[in-house]
């Protein structure tokens, strides 16, 4: 497998307070790598990072092989990279599917549209017509992923799901995961619910202050090095 | 019977306040800037079409044709270049950058033009009017105008509710970083807003040319009666805009047909009592623009 995203060794700062240190990603093509770490660990930073949101200092973002630096965020999506943001960020003024369509705002071809995403999420479907400030937490981060989707990503970039939902709506939103792996779309997904991500995930990578500590197959990490690692205590 | 006259009259004037606060409303929705340059930019096209007029005999609707896109272009290369930049400053920054502009312009026009007033002729349309009843009878032009205003905001509102970009810049008006991450590119939506924008403001000019005489420094009456019909009718609210220049319309018609030194008056103190008894207006948007 090629590598799709490749970080390379970022320092990413926040005026004077530094988030990232020297941190290297690397995703392959058809890949989902969950990052897990705490809060403040330099989750979101990463993905801002990839999106082109946040500058690195030193470093470099590729993908495919291809430099980023330069690349403004609202060209990335054209590149192929989607993101569905950190509290979800929906449009309040606008309804659910008015949401989904701007989400495809870079008209990039693919499988994703709204009868594609009102299958994937049939709540969704249900709400179209409803203002996106009238949902549940739930149903907001469907229609954020469902948006994200609608730019039919080579990479989708997934910012704690979970974030204050109940474990069985995080379940029901991960369910759909396999659905969208399937169309060979690559996943970056950031948690801090860690059995969330090593369900999801394929290889997991664990940040400590704006640093990798810990890094394997999702399947074979062993659980007591990774809760240590995450909370930085040594194991 | 005048009064009835005088309630008619001022809702035809407040359609044309509707149609020079269109722009104004529309800035102000999508990217809360108020554009101070707003007044002056409607006289600028107004010297467009006399210019035109002077010139090549254009009757002033015609050199619509011309002053129209020409403003549009000026709209988008204004904010481009000027108010892109000055929205990274800070809140006060948009509010500096656009009262210097409408200084640097009111006195280019002054200038250029002199303080002479002058006057587009719109020929027998200027004068032609449709009798209603005894002692009513509607003005063409006004009732023109008017329904243009009507129109360009039900257009304008049109645009935002069913085109893909309208539906862009509702979006870049929530939240633009959220935007960005959609492939929205800000700066060049709010480029084609502040282009319509000066688009309507052109059709103002021309329309507030010929109803009445203009001069360089015409600009600030202009300006206050657009904002006063944004700010009666809500900020941010395009069909408050249109609510909001009917009341100052009918205020200031009103107020005249009581004494006619007391019509601009009305208007202000309509103003002032929306004001104070309703800080957000009388349709306060619940949907941006
Ligand atoms: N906009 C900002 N301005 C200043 N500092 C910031 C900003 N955003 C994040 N930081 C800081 O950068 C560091 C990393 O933050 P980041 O949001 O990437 O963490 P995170 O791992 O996503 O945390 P969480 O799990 O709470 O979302 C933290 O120390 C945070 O305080
Ligand atoms: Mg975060």
Redesign the pocket.
């Known amino acids: 497998m090629s590598a799709l995203l490749e970080v390379d060794a970022v320092d990413v700062s926040?005026?004077d307070?530094q988030?990232l240190f020297g941190l290297s990603v690397t995703v392959a093509e058809g890949e989902t790598l969950a990052v897990i770490?705490?809060?403040?660990?330099?989750?979101?930073?990463?993905l801002k990072t990839v999106a082109g949101v946040v500058r690195p200092r030193r470093g470099d973002v590729r993908l495919d092989g291809a430099s980023l630096s330069g690349v403004p965020a609202h060209r990335r999506v054209g590149r192929g990279i989607a993101m569905s943001p950190?509290g979800r960020r929906l449009f309040p003024s606008l309804t659910v599917e008015e949401n989904l369509l701007v989400g495809a705002h870079s008209r990039r071809p693919g499988p994703w549209a709204l009868d594609a995403v009102y299958a994937l999420f049939p709540l969704v479907a249900e709400r179209r017509a409803r203002s996106a400030a009238n949902l549940s937490g739930g149903e907001q981060q469907a229609v954020a992923i469902g948006r994200a989707l609608m730019a039919n990503p080579r990479l989708l970039l997934l910012d704690?799901v979970s974030l204050g939902l109940a474990p069985v709506v995080v379940a029901q939103l991960y369910a759909a995961l396999p659905q969208i792996t399937a169309q060979g779309t690559t996943v970056l997904v950031?948690e801090?619910d860690v059995h969330q991500a090593l369900a999801v995930a394929d290889r997991v990578q664990c940040?400590l202050e704006?640093r990798t500590v810990l890094e394997g197959p999702a399947d074979r990490v062993d659980t007591a090095a990774l809760s240590a690692a995450y909370f930085g205590v040594d194991a | 019977m005048s009064w009835v006259n005088a309630v008619v009259q001022g809702i035809l004037l407040g359609g044309l306040y509707a149609l020079v606060a269109a722009g104004l409303s529309l800035v102000f929705g999508v990217m809360r800037i108020v554009n101070l340059a707003h007044g002056v930019l409607a006289v600028l096209a107004a010297f467009g079409a006399y210019v035109l007029g002077d010139t090549l005999g254009l009757h002033p609707f015609l050199a619509l044709l011309v002053v129209v896109p020409v403003m549009a272009a000026v709209g988008y290369g204004l904010q481009r270049g000027l108010l892109n930049r000055a929205l990274g400053g800070g809140e006060l920054a948009p509010l500096l950058v656009t009262f210097g502009l409408a200084v640097v312009l009111q006195n280019a026009l002054l200038e250029a033009f002199s303080a002479d007033s002058r006057r587009l002729d719109l020929g027998s349309l200027g004068t032609a009017s449709i009798p209603v009843t005894d002692g009513l009878a509607v003005g063409v032009f006004p009732l023109l105008a008017a329904v243009t205003g009507v129109v360009v905001i039900a257009a304008i509102g049109q645009f935002l509710a069913r085109t893909a970009t309208g539906r862009a810049m509702r979006a870049t008006s929530d939240d633009r970083d959220a935007a960005a991450l959609m492939g929205i590119d800000g700066r060049h939506l709010y480029g084609v807003a502040t282009a319509i924008a000066l688009a309507t403001v052109a059709i103002a000019g021309v329309f507030l040319g010929a109803r009445s005489t203009f001069d360089p420094a015409a600009g600030g009456t202009t300006l206050i009666f657009a904002f006063e019909a944004v700010v009666i009718g809500g900020l941010g609210s395009l069909w408050g805009t249109l609510l909001g220049g009917v009341v100052l319309g009918v205020a200031q018609a009103v107020g005249a047909a009581v004494d006619p030194a007391y019509g601009v008056l009305a208007g202000h103190v309509v103003f002032l009592v929306v004001l104070a008894t309703r800080p957000r207006g009388l349709l306060p948007s619940a949907v941006t623009a």
Do not use: M, P
Request: no cysteine; net charge negative.
């Open positions: 926040y005026g307070a988030a770490g705490a809060n403040g660990a330099g989750k979101s930073t990463l950190e704690e950031v801090q940040l704006g």
